[in-house]
C-alpha cells in the first residue's frame, strides 16, 4: 500500500517534541499505516534544543526561533505543537490561520477563556483536522476497558474513577519548571497538566458530569531555581475531584486524580469502571494486561486478569507476546491523527477532539471554583464551538 506523505513541523522541541519525533523516526515499526509523518521543519525558542533533531532526522530543513517562519514555510502540512499552556492561544490559532493541520498538546489554552479563543479559530477553518494529545488510552488494556464498556457488558454503573499519578514533586528540591508557575501553567495547576488525560475516555464514552466538587491539595511552597534559590511553587500539586454523571436510571459518581504527589507512582494513568452487571479496570502500572469482571444475579464475584500483550489499534511488527509501553502509546495516537488525515477513522478511536478539550476545559473550571470555594457547582457546558 502506498503510504501518504504528511510533512510536519515541530514547534516546542524540548520533552513532548522530541517523544513526538522519535515516534515519527520508527514509523517501519507500523504495518499498514495509510500515511507516513516525515519532519521537515522545527522551531524553538531555546536553538540548541533543534540540534538534536537535525542530529538524527535528515529531513529536517527549516530551523527557526521564530514560529511564523515555520507557519509560512509552503512545505508544511500539518505542526504538531508542544509549547507551555500559556502560548497555546496564541500559536494555534496561527497554525490554522495559515492553513496547517494541527496536532496540539493539552489542554489547549490554559484557562476556559483562551481555549474558547483557540476554539473560534477551529470553527473558522473547518477544512483543517485539528486533534489533541492524549496517548493513554492507547494502551491495549484501555481500549479493552473501552470495549467492554461499548459492548454494554457493565450494565447500571456505580462508579467510574480515572487517575493520573506522578510522585517526583514529592521531592522538594526538584527544581521548578514552568508547570509550576500560574502565569504560565495556568490557575488548574494539576488539574491542567493531567485533566486531559483522565477525561478523554469519560467523554469519550459519553459520560458528562452534571456537578463537581474538588479537594485541592498544596503541600509544596517553594523551590529551588535554576540558580538554587527558593521561589514559590505556586500550583496545585493534587486534585481529586468528584463528579455526579446523570443517566437514565440514575446517577454515578466520576472520580478523578490528577496528582503530581502520589508517594511512589512514576507515570500511572488507570481507568476503573464498576458496574452491577461487569466492571472492567486498567493500569499502567501492569502494561500488558487487564482485569474484568462477569456478574450474574446469585453468582460468583471473580476477577479475571489477562494478559494481553501487544495488541494494539494499529497493527506492527512488534510480536503479539510483548509488552506494549509510553513510546508505543504515543506511536499508536501519532498513528490515529495521521489516519484521520488519510482519510481513514483512526480505526475506530480517534485523538481527543476539540470539543472534548473544551468540555474538560468546562469541567476544570468549575472543579477549581468548587475546590477553592468548598462548595459541589454545576458544570456550565458551553457551545463547544
Ligand atoms: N501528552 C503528554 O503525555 C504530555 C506530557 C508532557 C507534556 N505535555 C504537554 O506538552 C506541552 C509541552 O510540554 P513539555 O513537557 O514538552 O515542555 P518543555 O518545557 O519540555 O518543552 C516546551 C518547549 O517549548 C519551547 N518554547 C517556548 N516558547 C516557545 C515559542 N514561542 N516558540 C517555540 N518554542 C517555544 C521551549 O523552549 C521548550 O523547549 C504542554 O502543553 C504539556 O501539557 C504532554
Same mark, same amino acid.
Given at each position: 500500500?502506498?503510504?501518504?506523505v504528511? /510533512?510536519i513541523g515541530?514547534?516546542?522541541?524540548?520533552l513532548m517534541?522530541?517523544?513526538?519525533?522519535s515516534?515519527?523516526? #520508527?514509523?517501519?515499526?507500523l504495518? +499498514?499505516a495509510?500515511?507516513?509523518p516525515?519532519?521537515v521543519a522545527?522551531?524553538? $525558542?531555546t536553538?540548541v534544543?533543534?540540534?538534536?533533531? $537535525?542530529?538524527?532526522?535528515?529531513s529536517v530543513?527549516?530551523?527557526? $526561533?521564530?514560529?511564523?517562519?515555520?507557519?509560512?514555510?509552503?512545505?508544511?502540512?500539518?505542526?504538531?505543537?508542544?509549547?507551555?499552556?500559556?502560548?497555546?492561544?496564541?500559536?494555534y490559532?496561527?497554525?490554522?490561520?495559515?492553513? &496547517?493541520h494541527?496536532?496540539?498538546? &493539552?489542554?489547549?489554552g490554559?484557562?476556559?477563556?483562551q +481555549?474558547?479563543?483557540?476554539? /473560534?479559530a477551529?470553527a473558522?477553518r473547518?477544512?483543517l483536522?485539528?486533534?489533541?494529545?492524549?496517548?493513554?488510552?492507547?494502551?491495549?488494556?484501555?481500549? &479493552?476497558?473501552?470495549? *467492554?464498556?461499548?459492548?454494554?457488558?457493565?450494565?447500571e454503573?456505580?462508579?467510574?474513577?480515572?487517575?493520573?499519578l506522578?510522585?517526583?514533586?514529592i521531592?522538594?528540591m526538584?527544581?521548578?519548571?514552568?508547570?509550576?508557575?500560574?502565569?504560565?501553567?495556568?490557575?488548574y495547576?494539576?488539574?491542567?497538566?493531567?485533566?486531559?488525560?483522565?477525561?478523554?475516555v469519560p467523554?469519550?464514552?459519553g459520560w458528562?458530569?452534571?456537578?463537581? =466538587?474538588?479537594?485541592?491539595?498544596?503541600?509544596?511552597?517553594? /523551590?529551588?531555581?535554576?540558580?538554587?534559590?527558593?521561589?514559590?511553587?505556586?500550583?496545585?500539586?493534587n486534585?481529586?475531584?468528584?463528579?455526579?454523571? /446523570?443517566?437514565d436510571?440514575? =446517577?454515578?459518581?466520576l472520580?478523578?486524580?490528577t496528582?503530581?504527589?502520589?508517594?511512589?507512582?512514576?507515570?500511572t494513568?488507570?481507568?476503573?469502571v464498576?458496574g452491577?452487571?461487569?466492571?472492567?479496570?486498567?493500569?499502567t502500572r501492569?502494561?500488558?494486561?487487564?482485569? *474484568?469482571? #462477569?456478574y450474574?444475579?446469585?453468582?460468583n464475584? $471473580?476477577?479475571?486478569?489477562e494478559?494481553l500483550?501487544?495488541q494494539?489499534?494499529?497493527?506492527t511488527?512488534?510480536?503479539?507476546i510483548?509488552?506494549?509501553?509510553?513510546?508505543?502509546?504515543?506511536?499508536q495516537?501519532w498513528a490515529?491523527?495521521?489516519d484521520?488525515?488519510?482519510g481513514?477513522?483512526?480505526?475506530?478511536?480517534?485523538?481527543?477532539?476539540?470539543?472534548?478539550?473544551?468540555?474538560h476545559?468546562?469541567?476544570?473550571?468549575?472543579?477549581l471554583h468548587?475546590?477553592?470555594?468548598?462548595?459541589i457547582?454545576?458544570?456550565a457546558y458551553?457551545?463547544?464551538?
Amino acid at each position: 500500500m502506498e503510504q501518504k506523505v504528511i /510533512r510536519i513541523g515541530i514547534i516546542g522541541c524540548g520533552l513532548m517534541g522530541r517523544e513526538l519525533a522519535s515516534a515519527a523516526a #520508527r514509523w517501519l515499526h507500523l504495518t +499498514n499505516a495509510k500515511a507516513r509523518p516525515v519532519i521537515v521543519a522545527v522551531c524553538d $525558542t531555546t536553538p540548541v534544543l533543534m540540534d538534536w533533531f $537535525t542530529t538524527h532526522l535528515p529531513s529536517v530543513v527549516q530551523t527557526t $526561533t521564530d514560529y511564523r517562519e515555520l507557519l509560512a514555510n509552503p512545505e508544511v502540512d500539518a505542526v504538531y505543537c508542544a509549547v507551555p499552556h500559556v502560548l497555546h492561544a496564541e500559536i494555534y490559532p496561527a497554525i490554522l490561520a495559515a492553513g &496547517k493541520h494541527l496536532f496540539g498538546e &493539552k489542554p489547549f489554552g490554559m484557562d476556559a477563556e483562551q +481555549n474558547a479563543t483557540i476554539s /473560534r479559530a477551529i470553527a473558522a477553518r473547518p477544512d483543517l483536522l485539528v486533534r489533541c494529545s492524549s496517548e493513554m488510552p492507547y494502551y491495549p488494556g484501555a481500549q &479493552k476497558v473501552i470495549d *467492554f464498556v461499548r459492548q454494554g457488558h457493565v450494565g447500571e454503573i456505580l462508579e467510574v474513577e480515572a487517575a493520573f499519578l506522578h510522585s517526583s514533586d514529592i521531592n522538594p528540591m526538584k527544581p521548578i519548571n514552568w508547570k509550576r508557575q500560574v502565569a504560565i501553567n495556568g490557575e488548574y495547576g494539576c488539574m491542567g497538566d493531567l485533566g486531559m488525560h483522565v477525561l478523554h475516555v469519560p467523554l469519550r464514552l459519553g459520560w458528562r458530569p452534571e456537578s463537581v =466538587g474538588a479537594s485541592l491539595v498544596k503541600r509544596v511552597t517553594a /523551590r529551588p531555581d535554576s540558580t538554587g534559590q527558593m521561589v514559590p511553587c505556586e500550583t496545585w500539586d493534587n486534585a481529586t475531584i468528584t463528579s455526579t454523571v /446523570r443517566q437514565d436510571g440514575g =446517577g454515578f459518581p466520576l472520580v478523578l486524580k490528577t496528582w503530581r504527589i502520589s508517594p511512589g507512582d512514576s507515570n500511572t494513568w488507570s481507568i476503573r469502571v464498576l458496574g452491577m452487571r461487569g466492571s472492567a479496570f486498567f493500569t499502567t502500572r501492569a502494561p500488558r494486561q487487564w482485569q *474484568f469482571m #462477569r456478574y450474574e444475579a446469585g453468582g460468583n464475584q $471473580t476477577w479475571q486478569t489477562e494478559d494481553l500483550g501487544y495488541q494494539s489499534l494499529f497493527p506492527t511488527i512488534t510480536g503479539g507476546i510483548f509488552e506494549f509501553g509510553f513510546t508505543d502509546a504515543i506511536q499508536q495516537m501519532w498513528a490515529a491523527f495521521l489516519d484521520e488525515l488519510a482519510g481513514g477513522d483512526a480505526n475506530g478511536f480517534p485523538c481527543a477532539t476539540p470539543a472534548e478539550a473544551s468540555t474538560h476545559h468546562a469541567i476544570l473550571t468549575a472543579a477549581l471554583h468548587a475546590g477553592t470555594t468548598n462548595q459541589i457547582l454545576p458544570v456550565a457546558y458551553g457551545d463547544p464551538t
